[in-house]
């Protein structure tokens, strides 16, 4: 497993291609493919590892990202066979290097598109939840087996989750067992997109392909702003809105691209 040959030699994702997960560049999309079917693409370690390593250091010409999983899962969670016996500060330590790997991920340079199918479950879940847009194939089903498996989510679910379904759901989740599929992980907020079965990744890497050409900084404001000021009282995020849009609307980028549609030269907004 080595990284696209278009990209120079870089000894961090060489060895992120070693522990499983691959990197090539599509344009200006970077996909990158969590290679580990044999275990359902279960995060070990050095999964994690690499997957915080790649999203640290995405080639300069990324300007979006899409993540999936090979074979016929996009991911089956912490690797259970290396849930060794760990002290507190031990456990600690394991899960804020989750926590850094998934920040890399919702708090990187660029948007980032995940492609589901299959099992989307446990740790797998809170890696999906760390991207920004989901699109989820037919055969797609949530779960967060924790509850049964006498654990707790360590990898920044307890934050995303319920960002997007309610803690209600989550708590639900957890209790019961409930598993969700692919119809009603769309319908209660899992997923922004539902596709055919096997046409995820190709409709993330449309999407992607889409995003990266917005300007980097309305694409930044959208990923690194907005959650914040979604977390700020309202007249803190009201300012925090006012700042950012004043920067994103002075870059040379959006003068042109407002120029362009006053001299009928952009796209107008079409009804699909
Ligand atoms: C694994 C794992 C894993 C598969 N850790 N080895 N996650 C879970 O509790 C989910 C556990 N996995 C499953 O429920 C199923 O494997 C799947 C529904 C995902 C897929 O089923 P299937 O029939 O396609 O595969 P399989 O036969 O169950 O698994 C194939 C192999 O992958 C098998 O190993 P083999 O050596 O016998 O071939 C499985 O043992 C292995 N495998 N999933 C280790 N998760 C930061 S905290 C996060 C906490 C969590 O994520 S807890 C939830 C863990």
Not at 25 to 46: E, H, P, Y
Not at 204 to 215: F, G, K, P, V
Not at 244 to 270: D, T
């Amino acid at each position: 497993m080595t990284p696209s040959p278009s990209l120079a030699p870089n000894p961090i994702l060489e060895r992120a291609a070693a522990n499983g997960v691959a990197l090539d560049m599509q344009g200006a999309v970077a996909v990158v493919r969590l290679c580990r079917q044999a275990k359902r693409n279960a995060l070990n370690d050095g999964l994690i590892e690499a997957l915080r390593d790649v999203f640290q250091n995405l080639p300069a010409q990324a300007r979006a990202a899409v993540i999936h999983g090979e074979g016929d899962h996009f991911c089956a969670g912490l690797d259970l066979s290396e849930l060794k016996e760990r002290d507190a500060g031990e456990g600690i330590h394991h899960s804020r290097g989750w926590h850094v790997a998934l920040n890399a991920v919702e708090q990187g340079r660029v948007p980032v598109v995940a492609a589901l199918h299959g099992a989307v479950v446990g740790g797998g879940l809170e890696l999906a939840s760390a991207s920004h847009i989901r699109v989820a194939d037919e055969s797609t089903f949530y779960a967060l087996p924790e509850g049964t498996r006498g654990i707790f989510v360590g990898g920044g679910g307890s934050v995303r989750v319920p960002k997007l379904i309610g803690t209600a759901r989550m708590i639900d989740m957890m209790l019961t067992g409930r598993v969700y599929d692919a119809h009603e992980g769309e319908r209660v907020g899992f997923a922004q997109y539902r596709v055919p079965t096997g046409t995820a990744l190709s409709k993330a890497i449309e999407l992607a392909t889409r995003i990266a050409t917005n300007a980097p900084l309305t694409n930044f404001a959208l990923t690194h702003a907005m959650p914040r000021i979604a977390e700020q009282p309202a007249d803190h995020g009201l300012f925090t809105e006012a700042l950012i849009a004043s920067i994103a609307q002075a870059a040379p980028e959006a003068k042109a691209r407002v120029r362009a549609f006053l001299e009928g030269k952009a796209a107008k907004v079409q009804k699909s």
